[in-house]
Nanobody
Framework: QVQLVESGGGLVQAGGSLRLSCTAS????????MGWYRQAPGKQRELVAS???????NYADSVKGRFTISRDNAKNTVYLQMSSLKPEDTFVYYC??????????????WGQGTQVTVSS
């Protein structure tokens, strides 16, 4: 089992920055990738950014050049540095961890969600 705790959300003006943090605990050595997703009411959850244990990253087109995902393996923490924020970035952001298992394939774990609101 993996538990994820998020922090760093809040209210920021357009053009500002926020840094989200997600710390994993539990069976952390099973994690093969972590990422951030976001979801608005009535819409599907979408990938924002992800990073594998090998350091490969993936970003949604809408955030490329503005958001940066990084990790600190020693702290079991993944970060999402969000810059040049726009009102369109207003979502609940969820931390995700993908873990490998023996016999059950890969499993996804989710943080509690943190609200990011960007005012114009």
């Amino acid at each position: 089992q993996v538990q994820l705790v998020e922090s760093g959300g809040g209210l920021v003006q357009a053009g500002g920055s926020l840094r989200l943090s997600c710390t994993a605990s539990g069976n952390i050595f099973s994690i093969i990738a972590m990422g951030w997703y976001r979801q608005a009411p009535g819409k599907q959850r979408e990938l924002v950014a992800s990073i594998t244990t090998g350091g490969s990253t993936n970003y949604a087109d809408s955030v490329k050049g503005r958001f940066t995902i990084s990790r600190d393996n020693a702290k079991n923490t993944v970060y999402l540095q969000m810059s040049s924020l726009k009102p369109e970035d207003t979502f609940v952001y969820y931390c995700n961890a993908r873990a490998e298992t023996t016999g059950w394939g890969n499993l996804d774990y989710w943080g509690q969600g943190t609200q990011v609101t960007v005012s114009s």
